[in-house]
C-alpha cells in the first residue's frame, strides 16, 4: 500500500473558489444540474460524516449551539473555510441551519438560483452523523434571493 501525499509543501491545503467552481459548471455541462447536485449532495454528506468522525462527535448529546460552534470552528475561518455556520435552531420536529459565506454561493449574482449542493451536504453528513438519524435536507433561504443566510433545514427520514 503506497502512503499519501499528506499535503503541497509550497501550495498548502487550499483552492481558490473559482477553481471549485469551475468543477460545478463542468460537472454541470457533463451530468446535467440534476445529476451533479445528487453527485455534490452526496459529497457532501461524506465529507460531513468523516469530519465528524474525526472531530469525535458522533452520536453526539452536545445541544445545537455548541455543534454550531464546533462546526463553524472546522469548516468556518478557523477551517476548511467552506462556510460560515452562524447558528443552528430546533423548531418542533424541524432543524434549521444558518450559513453565511457559503462556497457554493460564492461570486454568484443576486437572483441567481444556485443552490448550496455540496455545502447542505456536508451540514447534512455532519448532523445526521452526530444524531445518529437519517434525514431529509433542503435549501429554503438563500443570500441570493433576499435572504440574510443560507438556511437549511432537515426534518427525520423515516
Given at each position: 500500500m503506497?502512503?499519501p501525499i499528506?499535503?503541497r509543501?509550497q501550495?498548502?491545503?487550499?483552492i ?9 459548471t ?6 446535467g444540474?440534476?445529476?451533479?447536485a445528487?453527485?455534490l449532495?452526496?459529497?457532501g454528506r ?33 477551517g ?13 420536529d ?16 443576486q ?7 455540496f455545502?447542505?451536504g ?6 445526521s ?12 433561504e ?7 443566510h ?9
Amino acid at each position: 500500500m503506497s502512503t499519501p501525499i499528506s499535503s503541497r509543501p509550497q501550495l498548502g491545503e487550499f483552492i481558490s473558489i473559482v477553481c471549485f467552481k469551475s468543477v460545478i459548471t463542468g460537472m454541470e455541462e457533463a451530468l446535467g444540474e440534476k445529476a451533479t447536485a445528487i453527485s455534490l449532495i452526496a459529497a457532501g454528506r461524506t465529507r460531513g460524516k468523516n469530519l465528524v468522525q474525526s472531530l469525535g462527535l458522533s452520536n453526539s448529546s452536545a445541544d445545537f449551539s455548541t455543534i454550531a460552534e464546533l462546526l463553524n470552528r472546522a469548516v468556518g475561518s478557523e477551517g476548511t473555510r467552506l462556510t460560515a455556520v452562524d447558528k443552528i435552531v430546533q423548531v418542533g420536529d424541524v432543524v434549521r441551519v444558518y450559513c453565511s459565506e457559503t462556497v457554493c454561493t460564492a461570486n454568484e449574482p443576486q437572483g441567481s438560483d444556485r443552490k448550496c449542493t455540496f455545502t447542505m451536504g456536508a451540514i447534512w453528513g455532519a448532523l445526521s452523523e452526530i444524531t445518529g438519524k437519517k434525514l431529509r435536507g433542503i435549501h429554503t433561504e438563500s443570500i441570493l434571493r433576499g435572504g440574510t443566510h443560507d438556511v437549511f433545514e432537515f426534518t427525520t427520514f423515516e
